[in-house]
């Protein structure tokens, strides 16, 4: 405790508290960084302000932290602490407390008394039950119950009743359905319910208007309600790894949305309305059924990140050239006979993956995309590539080709010299 600038008082707790946890309590003012195993803390104007304890020699929270009056948060990770003591009620100042994985199994009633807590985290924890007063922590905006231990079963209570929660994180339990009281959520901002065992989700969800990120991957839902469309703030909806064989129509009315999350599902076909998402950055739909896209596809003028993997895709639109912000594309893995010429005009495109196709021929295109760098093109039953690909463009960007050997014939020599490594056939590159 050398160098200590804390109030007298406050260092005679701080001796107090070494002694009944039994370790040295290190000042470390940045505790957002990672940290070794131990007991550190954090202080301003005097006061001992945070308290991070990790470790598994970590078993109690002693008595004497009730002293340390001031503490404005509190971090538990990697212990073997199994109960929060109920003194943890007088720490009024209290505005965030985290527990991670820590085999805690069970909730003071008397912890609704922090009136003024902000953040609660309990993540990998062994907690199942909750006191139901805890709706009495109205400042709460932030709340993680996730990775547990013991899972529960059921979203609790008590949460439908924090009217000013913001962020709700549930991950890795075994709640199988979302009901109506979600409606009273309505400040609600980030929903985060993934690896779970939701069949349904409740059309009230409908009433989350200021919902801005929606996180339903790794469930069993086969259907989303055509209400996920008043969802008019959304703008991440993540449904990976479901069941869910179609997108509802009503996904045009999210004018907001940037990001969709939907691989690995039985998705036949996506809605046309789809391309009038205008803000949509990411589209992610890897392992799924597709066998077209919509005619319009290229209206979609701020996508960057096109994921279409594992499809079953035989063309692409005649219009595929108007995704003037794209930068990656993957389509690999579907049933690609052709490409329309209109893929020259992709102006920021670097990336592009058209491995294990059925091409055959490209089209003559008179140029390459202007900043494409690299293209895939192995396990594909190739007769012809065009010029632009197979004799050397001194202006190009082109950095690297991936095709299987057997179509080396296809390239000039000067393409060649530049160098064949395994499936990599050359760099376009002094």
Same mark, same amino acid.
């Given at each position: 405790?050398?160098?200590?600038? /804390?109030?007298?008082?406050?260092?005679?707790?701080?001796?107090?508290?070494?002694?009944?946890? @039994?370790?040295?309590?290190? +000042?470390?003012?940045?505790?957002?960084?990672?940290?070794?195993?131990?007991?550190?803390?954090?202080?301003?104007?005097? $006061?001992?302000?945070?308290?991070?304890?990790?470790? +598994?020699?970590?078993?109690?929270?002693?008595?004497?932290?009730?002293?340390?009056?001031?503490?404005?948060?509190?971090?538990?990770?990697?212990?073997?602490?199994?109960? *929060?003591?109920?003194?943890?009620?007088?720490?009024?100042?209290?505005?965030?407390?985290?527990?991670?994985?820590?085999?805690?199994?069970?909730?003071?009633?008397?912890?609704? #008394?922090?009136?003024?807590?902000?953040?609660?985290?309990?993540?990998?924890?062994?907690?199942?039950?909750?006191?139901?007063?805890?709706?009495? !922590?109205?400042? =709460?905006?932030?709340?993680?119950?996730?990775? @547990?231990?013991?899972?529960?079963?059921?979203?609790?209570?008590?949460?439908?009743?924090? #009217?000013?929660?913001? $962020?709700?994180?549930?991950?890795?339990?075994?709640?199988?359905?979302?009901?109506?009281?979600?409606?009273?959520?309505?400040?609600?901002?980030?929903?985060?319910?993934?690896?779970?065992?939701?069949?349904?989700?409740?059309?009230?969800?409908?009433?989350? &208007?200021?919902?801005?990120? =929606?996180?339903?991957?790794?469930?069993?839902?086969?259907?989303?309600?055509?209400?996920? @469309?008043? =969802?008019?703030? !959304?703008?991440?909806?993540?449904?990976?790894?479901?069941?869910?064989?179609?997108?509802?129509?009503?996904?045009?009315?999210?004018?907001?949305?940037?990001?969709?999350?939907?691989?690995?599902? +039985?998705?036949?076909? %996506?809605?046309?309305?789809?391309?009038?998402?205008?803000?949509?950055? *990411? /589209?992610?739909?890897?392992?799924?059924?597709?066998?077209? /896209?919509?005619?319009?596809?290229?209206?979609?003028?701020?996508?960057?990140? =096109?994921?279409?993997?594992?499809? #079953?895709?035989?063309?692409?639109?005649?219009?595929?050239?108007?995704?003037?912000?794209? #930068?990656?594309?993957?389509?690999?893995?579907?049933?690609?006979?052709? !490409?329309?010429?209109? *893929?020259?005009?992709?102006?920021? &495109?670097?990336? *592009?993956?058209?491995?294990?196709?059925?091409?055959?021929?490209?089209?003559?295109? +008179?140029?390459?995309?202007?900043?494409?760098?690299?293209?895939?093109?192995?396990?594909?039953?190739?007769?012809?590539?065009?010029?632009?690909?197979?004799?050397?463009?001194?202006?190009?960007?082109?950095?690297? %080709?991936?095709?299987?050997?057997?179509?080396?014939?296809?390239?000039?020599?000067?393409?060649?010299?530049?160098?064949?490594?395994?499936?990599?056939?050359?760099?376009?590159?002094?």
């Amino acid at each position: 405790m050398e160098n200590l600038i /804390l109030d007298e008082e406050e260092q005679k707790n701080l001796r107090i508290f070494e002694r009944e946890i @039994g370790q040295n309590i290190q +000042n470390q003012q940045d505790l957002n960084k990672t940290l070794d195993n131990g007991i550190y803390f954090k202080e301003a104007d005097k $006061y001992i302000v945070e308290i991070y304890l990790k470790g +598994n020699s970590i078993k109690l929270i002693p008595e004497s932290i009730a002293n340390i009056k001031k503490i404005r948060r509190l971090t538990i990770n990697n212990t073997k602490i199994t109960k *929060i003591p109920n003194c943890i009620s007088e720490l009024s100042e209290l505005q965030e407390f985290e527990v991670h994985n820590s085999p805690i199994i069970h909730i003071p009633n008397n912890i609704a #008394k922090l009136s003024k807590l902000e953040k609660f985290f309990l993540n990998g924890t062994e907690i199942i039950e909750f006191p139901k007063n805890l709706s009495k !922590l109205q400042k =709460l905006s932030v709340l993680s119950i996730s990775y @547990g231990y013991s899972k529960i079963k059921e979203i609790p209570n008590f949460i439908f009743k924090l #009217k000013n929660l913001k $962020y709700l994180s549930l991950s890795r339990n075994e709640i199988t359905n979302i009901p109506e009281e979600i409606k009273y959520l309505q400040n609600l901002e980030e929903f985060i319910i993934n690896r779970n065992k939701l069949e349904d989700i409740s059309d009230n969800i409908s009433y989350l &208007v200021k919902l801005r990120k =929606l996180i339903l991957n790794n469930n069993k839902l086969t259907i989303l309600p055509e209400s996920i @469309g008043n =969802l008019k703030m !959304l703008e991440v909806l993540m449904i990976e790894n479901n069941q869910i064989t179609s997108i509802p129509k009503s996904i045009v009315n999210l004018h907001n949305l940037e990001e969709i999350s939907a691989s690995n599902n +039985n998705l036949m076909a %996506i809605p046309d309305s789809i391309t009038n998402l205008k803000k949509l950055k *990411i /589209l992610d739909l890897s392992h799924n059924k597709l066998e077209c /896209l919509p005619e319009n596809f290229g209206n979609l003028v701020s996508l960057e990140k =096109l994921l279409i993997p594992h499809n #079953k895709l035989e063309h692409l639109p005649e219009f595929f050239g108007n995704l003037s912000k794209v #930068k990656t594309i993957d389509l690999k893995r579907n049933e690609l006979k052709d !490409l329309p010429i209109s *893929i020259e005009n992709l102006p920021m &495109v670097e990336f *592009i993956d058209l491995d294990s196709n059925e091409i055959k021929l490209f089209p003559n295109f +008179n140029h390459l995309p202007k900043n494409l760098r690299e293209i895939h093109l192995i396990d594909n039953p190739i007769i012809l590539l065009p010029e632009v690909l197979t004799k050397y463009q001194p202006n190009s960007n082109l950095k690297t %080709i991936w095709i299987s050997r057997r179509h080396n014939y296809l390239f000039e020599k000067k393409v060649l010299d530049k160098g064949i490594v395994d499936n990599l056939v050359f760099f376009n590159s002094i």
